[in-house]
C-alpha cells in the first residue's frame, strides 16, 4: 500500500506547484521587497509603458548617509554625471516584461550600486501553499543567465519599517 501512495503524492504535489505558478498575473509582482542584505527595501511598480521598473524606497538609517551626514550618493557610476545622485529613490530596477510561458518577468537590468554595474535580469515569482507572493528570485547575469547570481527577496510590509529607516522623498532626488 505505502508503494501505490508515492506516486500518488507526488503527482498531486506537481499540479499544486503548477496551479500556483500558471495563476501568476504581471502585476503580481508589485509591492514592497527587501534583499537579502537587508539594507534597502525596493518598490516594484508598473510603468507607464506597461513594464516593471524598481526604486529604491527605504533605506537602512546606517546607510543612508554619508559619514559628513550628506545623502549617499551613486559614487560608484561609470558616467561621472550620475555619480552625485542619491540612492535613496535610485531606480535599480528597469524594463521588465512578464513571460506569460515562462511565468517570469525578463529582458528588465539591475543595477548595483555597490560597484556600478549594470546587469541583464529576469525575476521569478514564489507563492506560499495559499497562491500568495512572499518571494522574490532576481537573477542578474552578464550574457546568458548562466553567468549569474540569484538573490532573493522578500516581500515586506513598509509600515513594519518606519524606526530605524530613511524613506524616499520625491522632492529631494531626479530618480534617474
Known amino acids: 500500500m505505502q508503494k501505490n501512495i508515492f506516486p500518488f503524492l507526488?503527482?498531486?504535489?506537481?499540479?499544486?506547484?503548477?496551479s500556483f505558478v500558471s495563476a501568476q498575473k504581471a502585476e503580481d509582482i508589485r509591492g514592497y521587497w527587501m534583499p537579502s542584505q537587508g539594507t534597502s527595501i525596493v518598490m516594484i511598480y508598473q510603468g507607464s509603458d506597461s513594464k516593471?521598473?524598481?526604486?529604491?524606497?527605504?533605506?537602512?538609517?546606517?546607510?543612508?548617509?554619508?559619514?559628513?551626514?550628506?545623502?549617499?550618493?551613486?559614487k560608484n557610476n561609470p558616467t561621472e554625471k550620475y555619480r552625485t545622485i542619491p540612492i535613496l529613490g535610485y531606480r535599480m530596477l528597469k524594463g521588465f516584461e512578464f513571460s506569460t510561458d515562462d511565468k517570469k518577468w525578463i529582458n528588465g537590468t539591475i543595477y548595483d550600486p555597490n560597484n556600478g554595474s549594470l546587469y541583464s535580469c529576469e525575476m521569478s515569482l514564489m507563492l506560499d501553499n495559499k497562491g500568495k507572493p512572499y518571494k522574490l528570485e532576481v537573477r542578474g547575469y552578464i550574457g546568458t543567465t548562466l553567468f549569474g547570481r540569484t538573490d532573493e527577496w522578500k516581500l515586506v510590509n513598509p509600515a513594519n519599517y518606519t524606526t530605524g529607516w530613511v524613506k524616499f522623498q520625491a522632492a529631494n532626488n531626479t530618480g534617474k
Open 10 to 18: 507526488l503527482l498531486l504535489a506537481a499540479s499544486m506547484t503548477t
Open 52 to 74: 516593471y521598473y524598481g526604486r529604491v524606497e527605504y533605506l537602512r538609517a546606517d546607510r543612508a548617509n554619508e559619514a559628513d551626514g550628506t545623502p549617499r550618493v551613486d
